[in-house]
């Protein structure tokens, strides 16, 4: 999922013009997100590393409602779909 964001962000910012319902502003804050969404994860990582499984839990539900909305505002499928 993480993965897939940053890719779409990659993409869109390697466009001279954003595509149609994507502003630059939305891409700037997708990529705020992103980094947000990433060091999120390496939190949750670690804590499952570490046996803090109930912290690795809230970090990953954490990502995953960030991501949702980061996914909903460059006009990626929805969490569900890309199952």
């Given at each position: 999922?993480?993965?897939?964001?940053?890719?779409?962000?990659?993409?869109?910012?390697?466009?001279?013009?954003?595509?149609?319902?994507?502003?630059?502003?939305?891409?700037?804050?997708?990529?705020?997100?992103?980094?947000?969404?990433?060091?999120?994860?390496?939190?949750?990582?670690?804590?499952?590393?570490?046996?803090?499984?109930?912290?690795?839990?809230?970090?990953?539900?954490?990502?995953k409602d960030r991501a949702g909305k980061?996914?909903?505002?460059?006009?990626?499928?929805?969490?569900?779909?890309?199952?």
């Amino acid at each position: 999922m993480v993965d897939a964001i940053k890719a779409r962000v990659t993409a869109l910012s390697d466009m001279k013009k954003v595509p149609a319902g994507v502003s630059a502003a939305g891409l700037a804050e997708a990529r705020g997100g992103l980094a947000t969404l990433t060091q999120t994860w390496s939190e949750a990582t670690a804590a499952t590393q570490s046996g803090d499984f109930a912290a690795a839990v809230a970090k990953a539900t954490e990502v995953k409602d960030r991501a949702g909305k980061v996914m909903t505002s460059l006009h990626m499928p929805a969490i569900a779909e890309m199952k």
